[in-house]
């Protein structure tokens, strides 16, 4: 299902989740969806240039006790030499910062096979 169009002066990307969340205790929501919120925010923000169209996907698939979400563009990849444990950026501060505090995970940004890039979360959901 579609969420929405990003679109900003520059550029118009599709933005659609695929696959399921499930029910999710609020503990866990909240610090979820400002976490997705920031990915998808940067990849708009940076994955396409000027004049471009692009698509961002959010995938979350729920087996045994854990939940995988991956957001995903198909934009033009990473700067050269991209370290996200350097990175100074406000957003993926804040996206570090309630992974390993609020939600007991960390956070993978990789090339995406095909182009673009992907960034990865797995959180257990035992006990929660």
Same mark, same amino acid.
Do not use: M, Q
């Given at each position: 299902?579609?969420?929405?169009?990003?679109?900003?002066?520059?550029?118009?990307?599709?933005?659609?989740?695929?696959?399921?969340?499930?029910? $999710?205790?609020?503990?866990? !929501?909240? /610090?979820?969806?400002?976490?997705? +919120?920031?990915?998808?925010?940067? !990849?708009?923000?940076?994955?396409?240039? /000027?004049?471009?169209?692009?698509?961002?996907? %959010?995938?979350?698939?729920?087996?045994?006790?854990?939940?995988?979400? %991956?957001? !995903?563009?198909?934009?033009?990849?990473?700067?050269?030499?991209?370290?996200?444990?350097?990175?100074?950026?406000?957003?993926?501060?804040? %996206?570090?910062?309630?992974?390993?505090?609020?939600?007991?995970?960390?956070?993978?940004?990789? /090339? *995406? /096979?095909?182009?673009?890039?992907? !960034?990865?979360? +797995?959180?257990? $959901?035992?006990? *929660?």
């Amino acid at each position: 299902p579609a969420i929405g169009d990003g679109a900003t002066a520059e550029v118009r990307a599709k933005v659609r989740r695929d696959g399921s969340f499930g029910t $999710l205790a609020a503990a866990l !929501a909240t /610090p979820l969806v400002l976490v997705l +919120t920031e990915l998808v925010h940067n !990849a708009l923000a940076h994955a396409f240039d /000027p004049g471009t169209t692009g698509e961002v996907v %959010v995938t979350a698939r729920r087996s045994a006790g854990v939940l995988d979400v %991956v957001v !995903a563009d198909d934009g033009n990849g990473l700067p050269e030499g991209f370290d996200i444990e350097a990175s100074a950026g406000l957003g993926l501060s804040i %996206v570090r910062t309630l992974l390993e505090s609020e939600l007991d995970s960390t956070l993978c940004v990789r /090339p *995406r /096979p095909g182009g673009g890039t992907e !960034a990865l979360i +797995t959180l257990s $959901l035992r006990g *929660r």
